[in-house]
């Protein structure tokens, strides 16, 4: 007769302590992105840093977050949706901070 109350006790217990250790939806970015910043002009453009955040919040930037030219492709997390993918020409001298970026449809466009 016992053992028929301690099982259904049991069972409760672990569902309830599982559930409340479940990660919320909060913890999990809107959006993931990749931006890839270059120096140089037309064909002779070279990658000099990235920036990186994936839907399960890995992050890393690597190199230098400024430069001739940048290329920002981000994405929703929760859907295929892509929210930009656009280059952008930095306007302000390299270096300068912050950057004033303007959106050109190749590295051969000077929009400044």
């Known amino acids: ?8 006790f049991a069972l409760l217990t672990v569902f309830l302590l ?8 909060s913890a999990v970015p809107r959006y993931g992105y990749e931006i ?5 002009f037309c064909n002779q453009t070279y990658v000099i840093g990235t920036n990186y955040r994936s839907c399960n919040g890995d992050h890393y930037t690597e190199g230098t977050q400024n430069g001739d030219f940048k290329y920002s492709y981000v994405y929703e997390c929760s859907t295929p949706n892509i929210v930009e993918d656009q ?7 390299p270096g300068w901070d ?3 970026w303007s959106q050109v449809p ?3 466009v000077l929009p400044c």
């Open 98 to 100: 912050p950057p004033s």
């Open 1 to 8: 007769m016992k053992m028929k109350r301690v099982i259904p």
């Open 18 to 25: 599982t559930t409340s250790y479940t990660p919320s939806a």
């Open 36 to 40: 890839t910043y270059y120096q140089g």
């Open 106 to 108: 190749n590295f051969c």
């Open 87 to 93: 280059l952008y020409f930095n306007c302000q001298y």
